[in-house]
């Protein structure tokens, strides 16, 4: 394979140039890449981070407020009283108190509704002893419309009405006898209170039901915790169910901070209406984590509905909240393997968070997470950063093509200024190959059986400057309508050996010399010498022909003499030089003479 030097020239310039800018361009794109997924990775950690504290604040919250009310005297005098039976209406200052607590405690804004349960199956049903709605709730001002209908179809606010008692807010509690006194008053029967099965509403500091959603903004969510006696330490008096406002999950929701131009954050939780995962496989904690493949399969659900930003599409279509109860269908845990991650990963008391730049949600949605869990042991919630995965990767994507355009851009670039720089710098070259080509005939050739014999023996090395200079298509052209010259064979031999000198290399002005041009130099002087040594010999020989032509002629016409001296004296001499002969024949015959 025939490569010219200005394309190995140009190719060598380019291999170089490419090298150089690779070998830049290969450790600032793992640099930078490196640095910009760490920033990222933070940036969606810390996000989630944060949400999930404010989660787990406002949690911490509805249970102190709960805590603060179940201590209240007047209460747990009620309950005294009640088993003790020692008033018709036991409860009645309760709910004058319980309703003043909630007044101070925000109204609307804070706790909406209460409702008291007995510590056994002592009195009361599944209503409880005693239910309270906040005063205001429910009047033309402050109304709650439930997402549901009664009956005959009719709309149904929050209210101390029949069905103005989300029912999903409340545990629907069911007493089992132990079977043993109770150990702080053993006069009393030992009872566990379960709102569902193994889930116990004595322990794990309370139950949390909901989020009851009502708008796009707003839900309701309850608390259960158990009254304990301020009398006898430990001893439960009853159990209480709280109803609070729950608009501060959606504001944490679709609070943009962190988020960028996609972002939103999600409410993940059990599909359990406990909010927790059952007791025999349960999530992990800072001792405990289950396997993946025994904990992918567990089904889990949106607390509150995912909501798109403006403008943006919709990741989690089939959970739309315009579709209604829709966007609480469980999904199972593997459909979303960060999730699963942040669910069987041991629990840190420092960081809880984990963060996947490249993964699917559970809609098989290319996207970016930072997932945290809530430090709580109310609920088994999880809190996810969910940015566009094309988000996540801008910058890394945007140095990609800063780095490839300009990789590629300088290297198209040199290429073009390269290949005049080449042909400039392989000019001398190709002169020296196109004289060396274009040979001379020495003085008194004659080219008469040239291009004949050019045509009949084309790897002549005579013959490539003709071709060149004549051209391909006059070449063809000649070959077609020139009749071919039969040139004998003892012409072609004597052809072939035909001496041609090679033409001088014309040479310009140069200011820097170099290899070539001494190259150049060197074979313009074997030119000249070339036909200085060949004219002087061409000299010599001529010098030689007219001396044998001389000798030549000086012999014909002593030739011309001898044949005129025979042909006058042949008669006068031939008598007695027979006699001569004869004689001389006789006498080498005789012996004695």
């Not at 102190?64 to 179940?70: D, E, G, L, Q, R």
């Not at 005098?77 to 309760?94: E, G, I, L, T, W």
């Not at 804004?109 to 309270?132: E, F, I, P």
Request: glycine share 8%; net charge negative; aromatic share 8%.
């Amino acid at each position: 394979m025939r490569v010219a030097i200005r394309e190995q020239l140009a190719a060598l310039v380019l291999f170089a140039v490419l090298l150089s800018l690779a070998i830049i361009s290969i450790p600032t794109w793992i640099f930078v890449h490196n640095f910009v997924v760490g920033v990222e990775s933070d940036g969606l950690a810390l996000t989630a981070t944060l949400k999930a504290s404010e989660i787990a604040s406002q949690l911490e919250l509805g249970q102190t407020i709960c805590s603060t009310i179940a201590s209240r005297i007047l209460l747990q005098q009620a309950f005294a009283d009640f088993y003790n039976q020692n008033s018709s209406s036991p409860f009645a200052k309760a709910r004058a108190d319980l309703q003043t607590a909630m007044g101070v405690k925000g109204g609307i804004n804070g706790v909406l509704q209460a409702r008291l349960y007995s510590r056994n199956t002592t009195g009361g049903d599944h209503g409880g002893l005693l239910s309270v709605t906040g005063a205001g709730v429910g009047n033309a001002t402050d109304n709650i419309a439930l997402p549901y209908l009664t009956p005959d179809g009719s709309r149904v606010n929050l209210s101390d009405t029949q069905y103005g008692y989300p029912l999903s807010l409340y545990p629907n509690i069911t007493y089992t006898n132990l079977g043993y006194p109770n150990p702080y008053v053993p006069s009393t029967p030992a009872f566990g209170a379960y709102a569902f099965p193994n889930v116990n509403l004595s322990t794990g500091g309370g139950l949390v039901l909901g989020p009851l959603v009502i708008n796009e903004t707003f839900a309701l969510i309850s608390l259960t915790i158990p009254i304990r006696s301020y009398a006898i330490s430990g001893f439960i008096l009853g159990y209480m169910t709280l109803v609070l406002a729950a608009g501060s999950l959606s504001d944490i929701q679709s609070s943009p901070e962190g988020l960028g131009s996609t972002g939103i954050v999600l409410l993940v939780g059990p599909a359990n209406p406990s909010n927790r995962f059952n007791v025999s496989q349960p999530a992990s904690n800072d001792t405990y984590s289950p396997t993946q493949a025994s904990f992918k399969n567990t089904p889990v659900r949106f607390v509150i509905p995912p909501i798109p930003k403006d403008g943006q599409p919709d990741r989690h279509s089939s959970r739309n909240y315009m579709d209604g109860n829709w966007y609480a269908r469980p999904f199972s845990l593997n459909q979303f393997p960060s999730l699963a991650k942040v669910y069987t990963r041991k629990l840190s008391p420092l960081d809880n968070s984990t963060v996947d730049l490249s993964t699917t949600n559970e809609q098989g949605v290319p996207v970016a997470v930072g997932v945290a869990r809530p430090a709580t042991t109310l609920v088994n919630w999880a809190v996810v950063v969910e940015k566009a995965k094309s988000e996540a990767y801008e910058p890394i994507d945007k140095l990609r093509d800063i780095l490839l355009g300009c990789v590629f851009g300088t290297a198209g670039l040199v290429a073009i200024l390269i290949f005049p720089c080449a042909h400039l710098s392989v000019m001398s070259i190709r002169r020296l190959k196109s004289a060396t080509e274009k040979s001379i005939n020495p003085p008194g050739y004659d080219d008469e059986f040239d291009d004949a014999f050019d045509e009949e023996n084309p790897s002549s090395g005579a013959t490539s400057s003709k071709r060149s200079d004549r051209g391909f298509f006059a070449t063809i052209w000649r070959r077609i309508f020139r009749e071919k010259k039969v040139i004998p064979i003892s012409e072609a031999d004597a052809h072939r050996h035909v001496f041609k000198i090679p033409g001088r290399v014309e040479v310009g002005k140069h200011y820097i010399t170099d290899e070539l041009t001494e190259l150049t130099d060197t074979f313009n002087s074997m030119t000249d010498e070339l036909l200085k040594q060949y004219t002087s010999l061409e000299e010599k020989v001529q010098e030689r022909t007219r001396e044998l032509e001389v000798s030549k002629r000086a012999a014909e016409a002593a030739n011309q003499s001898k044949t005129l001296f025979i042909a006058n004296i042949s008669h006068e001499l031939k008598t007695p030089l027979n006699g001569i002969m004869g004689m001389c024949a006789v006498c080498m015959e005789e012996d004695d003479i």
